[in-house]
């Protein structure tokens, strides 16, 4: 099952708000990863975070990797309404193998 | 350059028949993944190859999956006799290690339905 814990499971924005979700987790991890998910398609990359309080910016998106390495953030400002999708967040362990996501924030803009 | 694509994208599987999915993955990916990602759920791992060699199948639910890589790039995930509890989205990954950069690289899925 899944063993990151990631919040919200879902939200309902206005266009042009400020988001904010995060991912906690029991165990520490190496790597940070934030991906997109449009229906019908396989998850993209949008940041990877690879040093605890690292804080990593694209475009719109800011992302930070936990001091304690068992947490993340993503937050997306100035939402339009291609953001929407389902948001996962991902914690990479040792080995390359070694990945797991959460369970995803559904995330809904109105115009 | 292309993507990770995989085929089909859809199957739809009778109980108890056999089915194969095929990723061909990014061109000079040295790593491929397999991840079942059932509905409304992350991706969760299945199997993993570092060229043709599978180095973990810890994830594999059943010894009814089985997968292959025999010439290190296209890989196949077969299912034999499916159950209606293997009805997911099937996602296949790709990857170059370099250094700490781990970045797996999707394909769209196969999403596959059991009846």
């Known amino acids: 099952g899944q063993q990151l814990n990631q919040s919200p499971q879902s939200m309902f924005i206005q266009e042009g708000e400020d988001v904010s979700m995060n991912c906690t987790s029991s165990?520490?991890?190496?790597?940070w990863l934030w991906y997109k998910q449009d229906p019908g398609e396989g998850p993209v990359l949008l940041i990877a975070?690879?040093?605890?309080?690292e804080l990593t910016s694209n475009g719109r998106l800011t992302a930070q990797f936990g001091i304690t390495r068992k947490d993340s953030f993503l937050n997306i400002s100035a939402s339009i309404p291609s953001d929407v999708g389902i948001y996962f967040c991902?914690?990479?362990?040792?080995?390359?193998?070694?990945?797991?996501f959460g369970a995803g924030t559904r995330l809904t803009v109105k115009p | 350059g292309a993507g990770v694509s995989q085929s089909p994208r859809y199957k739809v599987a009778k109980r108890g028949q056999d089915v194969a999915l095929r990723c061909d993955p990014i061109?000079?990916?040295?790593?491929l993944f397999w991840y079942q990602q059932a509905l409304g759920q992350g991706p969760e791992f299945l199997t993993y190859?570092?060229?043709?060699?599978?180095?973990?199948k810890s994830g594999l639910p059943s010894d009814r999956f089985f997968a292959e890589r025999p010439e290190g790039s296209v890989s196949t995930l077969k299912i034999q006799r499916t159950q209606q509890e293997d009805s997911a989205v099937y996602l296949c990954?790709?990857?170059?290690?370099?250094?700490?950069?781990?970045?797996?690289?999707f394909g769209p899925g196969t999403r596959l339905t059991v009846t």
């Open positions: 190859f570092q060229n043709e060699a599978q180095l973990d």
């Open positions: 165990s520490i991890f190496n790597t």
């Open positions: 990954a790709s990857s170059f290690p370099g250094g700490q950069v781990y970045e797996q690289y």
């Open positions: 975070l690879y040093k605890a309080g």
């Open positions: 991902a914690g990479q362990g040792l080995k390359v193998n070694d990945m797991r």
């Open positions: 061109s000079g990916h040295v790593s």
